[in-house]
């Protein structure tokens, strides 16, 4: 019996403590059929890769509304190689200025939504690039 | 990878995407797991239900950390459900747990119940026997927040707390035909809060009927937590130790671990079953002619269901 469901773990790194938006995203991902691991405030990037690794998931969105995303992505995506996780996609979202997006694509991070975005649009890029 | 030979080592990655395939029910995984069964059966099991928000995960959380203290490599795996509806979940037990994310010797896996129902998922069983092979001393597997059917944990772990909460008095009476015949150890969690006393008053009224006929039957205790404030979770340890050497020193575990085997044998049997069944039957004309008469009720689905399996089976009928 095939039962392929999408697994995404939503992430909340450092002292950031803006949920709201992490649980709406979390929300809407699961009322269209995705499995989501929620790993709650306060994760270093080491516990949230670790958390992606044990859960075995597809996916990382991770919310910063803390201005930290500049170290808190590339971090992600560090560990995420070191381990051997380089296929699961990074995705994320928050108050991130508009140029400081292309610098953080580079390095490997697949799309960052910013406040207002409508969730289909996530739901696209999920549709698109995770499954 | 090689996902059975890194398991065995106790890498992580292998054995968190193992499980994976096991939950997706890839044949590839069951080969896999094959490869690794000789080396379970080693784990101590153990069952965390109750209702929901009783406190499950943050005692698993706690529970977590005395067993750490005690040196002993944890798995657990947690179960929410799964969404009817969309068919998604959000996975939130991992919440409470998430300080042990950077310790190597825990490894937590959640799991959705994909419409599964008795309160675990299909998969939990692969998934204790994945964990086992790694090398986890004790696995916890925490169930979703039950009601009064949903006891399959029984047939899964050796131990078995049922965690309660202050102010379900008239909620224990209604429980004790459920939920309260399954524990071997029973948890009034929140105990900070008004009205515990009278709960483990009541548990132990309602236990005590259910083992005074009987000198050498377990006499589940019953124990206070606050687990918020990890008060009373040494005690729950040495709890689950004590039925452990009372289990073992009367044969009970022994005797509970073949009947969860033949638990587990015969779920495989009937889902293999029904899938082989299936699989030979759908695309057959006589298969589509029977959904067609069941629809419109000229079949009733006693005779049909009859009819399929003496076609797959053989020796019956076929008419
Ligand atoms: C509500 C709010 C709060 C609430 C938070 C309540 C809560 N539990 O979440 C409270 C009052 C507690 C609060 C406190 C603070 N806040 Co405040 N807060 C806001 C506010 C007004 C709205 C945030 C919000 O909830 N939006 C609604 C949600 C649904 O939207 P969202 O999070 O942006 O998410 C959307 C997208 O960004 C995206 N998205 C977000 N995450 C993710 C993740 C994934 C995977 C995906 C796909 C998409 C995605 O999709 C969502 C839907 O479109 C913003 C201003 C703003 N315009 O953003 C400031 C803001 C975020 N706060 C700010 C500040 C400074 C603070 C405080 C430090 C103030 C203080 N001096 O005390 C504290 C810090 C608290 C803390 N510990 O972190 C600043 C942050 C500046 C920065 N980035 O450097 C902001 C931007 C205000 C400002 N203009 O200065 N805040
Ligand atoms: N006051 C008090 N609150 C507690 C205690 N233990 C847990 N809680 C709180 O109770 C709420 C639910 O706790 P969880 O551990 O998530 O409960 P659960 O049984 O795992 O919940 P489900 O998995 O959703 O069924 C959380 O807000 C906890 O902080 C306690 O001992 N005292
Ligand atoms: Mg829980």
Redesign the interface.
Same mark, same amino acid.
């Given at each position: 019996?095939?039962?392929?469901?999408v697994?995404v773990l939503i992430a909340k790194p450092g002292l950031d403590g803006h949920d709201r938006g992490a649980k709406v995203v +979390?929300?809407f /991902?699961? #009322?269209? &059929?995705? #499995?989501?691991?929620?790993? &709650?405030l306060h994760?270093?990037p #080491?516990?949230i890769v670790? +958390?992606a /690794?044990? #859960? +075995?998931v597809d996916a990382i969105g991770i919310s910063v509304l803390s201005g930290s995303h500049n170290y808190v992505f590339p971090e992600v995506m560090k560990l995420l190689k070191e381990? &051997?996780?380089g296929d699961v996609v990074v995705f994320g979202g928050g108050t991130i200025p508009e140029e400081d997006i292309p610098p953080l694509l580079a390095t490997g991070v697949k799309a960052l939504f910013r406040p207002g975005t409508p969730l289909e649009e996530v739901l696209e890029f999920m549709k698109e690039n995770v499954g | 990878m090689n996902y059975v030979e890194e398991a065995l080592r106790g890498n992580q990655l292998a054995g968190a995407r193992l499980i994976r395939l096991l939950e997706e029910g890839d044949p590839q995984g069951i080969e896999h797991l094959k490869a690794l069964y000789p080396h379970t059966g080693r784990a101590f099991i153990l069952g965390m239900t109750g209702p929901p928000g009783a406190g499950k995960s943050t005692l698993v959380d706690r529970i977590i950390t005395e067993l750490r203290r005690r040196d002993l490599k944890v798995g657990v795996v947690a179960v929410d459900p799964s969404s009817p509806f969309s068919g998604g979940a959000i996975l939130g037990d991992r919440v409470r747990m998430q300080r042990h994310a950077t310790d190597p010797g825990v490894f937590v896996r959640s799991m959705a119940t994909r419409g599964h129902l008795g309160g675990l998922s299909r998969a939990t069983g692969e998934a204790v026997l994945v964990l086992d092979a790694m090398g986890y001393d004790v696995i916890l597997i925490e169930t979703v927040g039950v009601g009064q059917d949903e006891v399959e944990i029984v047939d899964m772990a050796h131990t078995t707390a049922v965690v309660c909460l202050p102010g379900m008095g008239d909620d224990i009476q209604a429980m004790k035909a459920g939920i309260l015949e399954i524990g071997d150890l029973f948890i009034v969690n929140k105990a900070d809060r008004p009205g515990a006393d009278e709960v483990v008053k009541q548990l132990q009224v309602m236990l005590e009927m259910r083992t005074a006929h009987d000198q050498d039957a377990w006499r589940p205790p019953v124990l206070k937590t606050v687990a918020v404030r990890n008060e009373g979770i040494a005690e729950v340890v040495d709890a689950f130790y004590t039925h452990r050497d009372h289990q073992e020193r009367t044969g009970i575990l022994a005797e509970r671990k073949a009947k969860r085997q033949m638990h587990f044998f015969r779920e495989l049997v009937k889902e293999m079953a029904a899938e082989r069944i299936f699989g030979v039957a759908e695309g057959t004309d006589h298969y589509a002619r029977m959904l067609v008469d069941l629809t419109a009720r000229r079949l009733d689905p006693y005779t049909a269901a009859e009819t399929l399996l003496d076609q797959t089976l053989g020796g019956g009928d076929p008419r």
């Open positions: 019996m095939k039962q392929k469901k697994r +979390a929300r /991902l699961q #009322e269209n &059929g995705y #499995e989501v691991i929620y790993t &709650g994760q270093s #080491e516990q670790n +958390a /690794l044990q #859960e +075995a381990r &051997g996780m | -």
